[in-house]
């Protein structure tokens, strides 16, 4: 078991930017992959951003691409998502996930273990 607990969130005006944090506990985050979501009211959950376990691969939602940064501490178990140049369409929460299967990252069903997930409200 994985336990993922999201920190960081919170309200910023347009333009602003927040770093989030997930932390992980139980079993380290050895060999998992690690991916960000986020789901607005009414909306799908949408793909942000993954990181394989190695680093070496990363990949962007077309939507957020150029302004966020996903990142990686392994041996502190902790994945970051850096957020810049925020609009109000960022506004929703974000949760962060645990996969085995990077050649997935885009189908949340192939993520093993979520977090509670966190708010971002960008206010205009």
């Not at 920190?7 to 333009?15: M, W």
């Not at 929703?92 to 273990?113: G, I, K, N, R, W």
């Amino acid at each position: 078991q994985v336990q993922l607990v999201e920190s960081g969130g919170g309200l910023v005006q347009a333009g602003g930017s927040l770093r989030l944090s997930c932390a992980g506990s139980g079993r380290t985050f050895s060999g998992f992959a690690m991916g960000w979501f986020r789901q607005a009211p009414g909306k799908e959950r949408e793909f942000v951003a993954a990181k394989s376990w190695s680093g070496i691969n990363t990949h962007y939602g077309d939507s957020v691409k150029g302004r966020f940064t996903i990142s990686r501490d392994n041996a502190k178990n902790t994945v970051y998502l850096q957020m810049n140049s925020l609009k109000p369409e960022d506004t929703a929460v974000y949760y962060c996930a645990a996969t085995h299967y990077y050649s997935d990252y885009l189908d949340p069903s192939e993520y093993e273990y979520w977090g509670q997930g966190t708010q971002v409200t960008v206010s205009s």
